[in-house]
Nanobody, 116 residues
Framework: QVHLVESGGGLVQPGGSLRLSCATS????????IGWFRQAPGKEREGVSC????????YYADSVKGRFTISINNAKNTLYLQMNSLKPEDTAVYYC?????????WGQGTQVTVSS
């Protein structure tokens, strides 16, 4: 059974950094593309970043390019999202999900709040 468990969210000041983690189990991380989505209050859920170790491809939403970095530790079956230079508009619940293009599995989400 597939399980995705996010952690690492919290409250941070604008310009600060956070690293989100997604512990996975029940499937092979290097088979499916996996990524991060977010949903801000009153807005639709949007894709933030996705990675596929099968072909090395990585996707970033334009709004996070140059600030966020996605990575995988296959030995730990864990996905990460390093978020730097955070802005108030990055405030949202962040979800780990797979496969990226047609999501079948979601984590429970972790809240990220960027505020002074």
């Amino acid at each position: 059974q597939v399980h995705l468990v996010e952690s690492g969210g919290g409250l941070v000041q604008p310009g600060g950094s956070l690293r989100l983690s997604c512990a996975t189990s029940g499937f092979t991380l290097d088979y499916y593309a996996i990524g991060w989505f977010r949903q801000a209050p009153g807005k639709e859920r949007e894709g933030v970043s996705c990675i596929s170790t099968r072909d090395g491809s990585i996707y970033y939403a334009d709004s996070v390019k140059g600030r966020f970095t996605i990575s995988i530790n296959n030995a730990k079956n864990t996905l990460y999202l390093q978020m730097n230079s955070l802005k108030p508009e990055d405030t949202a619940v962040y979800y780990c999900a797979t496969p990226c293009l047609s999501v079948a599995y979601w984590g429970q989400g972790t809240q990220v709040t960027v505020s002074s």
